[in-house]
């Protein structure tokens, strides 16, 4: 007998990242998806949003990793509120692994929450979190092919920054040939040109957050 | 990802009164990010003492396809980077192979 389904295979997944959005909306809080390589500043881009913002919005960060608290205790020092998901080598945070960091983890009093996804440019991209906007750091020492080789990835983002601007003069990257690649893929893309060491181009990154945060509240 | 489609295609035979599946029908489109290969792999590791140990999977891909914005063509990419093969452009919207579905189950009662 044939059994006709139909059914996403990633449904589950799907499920319970809606119950995670839910749960940001109730508490008004905008959940931002930080995907990127390893390396392109993901958790100094959070410290350095958090420095920047600090007297506007009420920030707290789940972190991601295979494993250690490197990045959530650098979190901490900013006086951030942080939880630590460790995958144990898993390539990607998913749905329930956000959802269970949540039981522990209160959003009351928070305006904005940073998911720093792990790093890599496959896997995050299949897996929703629940989050309402996703934002893939590229850094320009990785070099300008890497929108043209992870279309997935920048074809599902709402803003690319490139990290590490400040390092332009000394590389071969070409931002026209990110520009191209990246808004040929997705033409509603934000491109943000920053630094965080610097903080060079920060305040247009920081006006796009408060700018999504109130579209929350309506 | 084969521990989703292990534990829905095991509820959907429960559903349908099914005392063991026979043979799983799934659909993955090239750009789904999921790997055949590994959920063939996952899936023979997973199926044990379940009512699909004895059940075949059956993965059909759906290729890639992608429209040029400016052309207005519809094309199955090639290679990495992905351009109109027709026009060259860059401004291309994927509109195919990021499938991923449980097709259907065959069972036997």
Redesign the interface.
């Known amino acids: ?13 799907e499920a319970i990242a809606g119950h995670n959005r839910e749960l940001f909306d109730r508490h008004r809080v905008l959940c931002v998806n930080l995907m990127s390589s390893p390396g392109a500043g993901k958790t100094s881009l959070i410290e350095a949003t958090i420095k920047a913002l600090k007297d506007r919005l009420a920030i707290g960060v789940i972190e991601g990793d295979l494993a250690t608290t490197i990045d959530s205790d650098r979190i901490e020092k900013t006086g951030a509120r942080v939880l630590q998901i460790n995958t144990g080598g898993g390539c990607s945070l998913d749905a329930n692994m956000v959802s269970l960091a949540l039981e522990k983890f209160p959003l009351k009093d928070l305006d904005l929450l940073f998911i720093e996804n792990i790093g890599n440019l ?2 995050p ?2 897996n929703a979190l629940g989050e309402h906007r996703r934002a893939v750091i590229l850094s320009l020492p990785e070099g300008d ?1 890497k929108p ?2 992870y ?2 990835m920048f ?1 599902g983002a709402d803003c690319v920054l490139l990290n590490k601007i400040d390092l332009a003069p000394h590389l071969d990257f070409d931002t026209a040939v990110v520009r ?2 990246v ?3 997705n ?1 509603k893309v934000k491109i943000f040109e920053v630094s965080a060491k610097s903080g060079q181009g920060l305040e247009a990154w920081c006006s796009w957050l408060i700018a999504e945060r109130r579209k929350r509240l309506k | ?1 084969t521990q ?2 292990l ?3 095991l509820s ?2 429960a559903e ?1 009164g ?1 005392r063991k599946i026979t043979r799983v029908n ?1 659909t993955i489109g090239e ?4 790997v055949p290969d590994c959920i063939q792999f996952y899936f023979d590791v997973l199926r044990k003492g379940t009512a699909a140990e004895e059940a075949t999977l059956n993965l059909t891909s759906i290729p890639a396809r992608l429209h040029c ?1 400016q052309c207005q063509s519809d094309f199955r990419p090639e290679d ?3 351009t109109c093969p027709r026009c060259g ?6 509109t195919g192979g ?1 499938e ?10």
């Open positions: 007998m044939k059994v006709r389904v139909l059914q996403d295979i990633m449904s589950a997944n496959i896997c991209a299949g092919d043209a080789k279309p997935i074809a191209r690649t808004t040929g893929l033409p | 990802m989703n489609l534990d829905m295609a959907k035979a349908a099914a799934v750009l789904s990010g999921a914005r990495l980077p992905w452009s860059l401004s291309l919207e994927i990021q991923l579905f449980l097709e259907s189950l065959e069972v036997a009662e």
